[in-house]
DNA sequence: CAAAAAAGTTAGGGATGACTTATATTATGC
DNA sequence: GCATAATATAAGTCATCCCTAACTTTTTTG
């Protein structure tokens, strides 16, 4: 809604700068580019043009030298690619009852293209089935034993 | 197994041409790169490229001019590409409930990089949740409504 | 507080991928 | 055999992403 001029879409990997940035915050209050560089295996200077795109396109705050934070809409969207990414990891794992490890990364692959409105049914569904159970053992050994079932057939 | 060498790994967009070439090739016996060029509204030189590629893949046979069709590995391939997509179209569209349009592209998005693994799953946990209905319409309108009560609160 | 270390930036490249237009070439139906 | 429809090639654009090397700024610390 508020803007118009749409410079400012973001690539797949501009997205997870964004999500670093907003999780590196989280976890230690403030971010430096090495911390980031570090998170996602690349160079340093990478992480400088990565940010000035960041910047030019209005997601964060940003200028040589100085402290990096997350404008207002930078807030918004971090946010919420952060919680497709959550929310894909537990329906990954707890659900699907994938190793944490593949859940993990294959949330990372989705998050960027997943439409907000599947997430929603997905989180809905995942609360659906978990309503119906005592805990999520309970899902878990019924959920395993009709997979290993269904292989053999 | 059978190659060793990983030069023929296959980029989300050469997945699609393929994809395309085995939907084809279904519906209409032979493939013409016209056909490609239409389906995925891209120009036939753009078709040409990329089935150079995939001949050099080894995902098809191609000579100039001559008849397209699928290498065993490319018949593979292009196969589980295409169920992938069908196992997710039907996982968004039935289960989740999303509108079959928007079903239809994130299936698109996401057939690239999910992988087998999870698609697996996916299908076990359609056909666990639809085994305890009467019918698919008995799931629509339960989970329908439980999403309705969800949004609310 | 000055010098060394660490962090950050800039400049300059290079690879890839996915398209395009414009110009040839081939195939085939009449 | 020739026109035309289908294909192919050439050459180039554009965008994304990343790197190294050299430089500047900031931070740390003896």
Known sequence: ?????????????????LEAVLAVI??????RAKDIADRLSVSR???????????AKGYIHYAPYDVISLTDE???VAGAILSKHNALTKFF?????????LAEETACKMEHSMPEEVIERLT?????????????KEW????????KKQKKA
Do not use: R
Request: proline share 1%; hydrophobic share 35%.
């Open 26 to 31: 989280i976890e230690k209050k403030a971010v």
């Open 93 to 101: 794992a707890e659900m699907l009852l994938i190793e944490p490890e």
């Open 45 to 55: 200077s990478s992480v400088t043009g990565a940010l000035q795109a960041l910047a």
């Open 124 to 136: 809905c569904l995942y609360s659906f089935v978990m309503d119906s159970q005592k805990d999520t």
């Open 74 to 76: 930078g807030e918004k």
């Open 1 to 17: 809604m508020s803007e118009h001029f749409d410079d400012n879409k973001l690539s797949a990997s501009l997205e997870d700068y």
């Open 140 to 147: 878990s050994t019924k959920f395993s034993n009709y997979c």
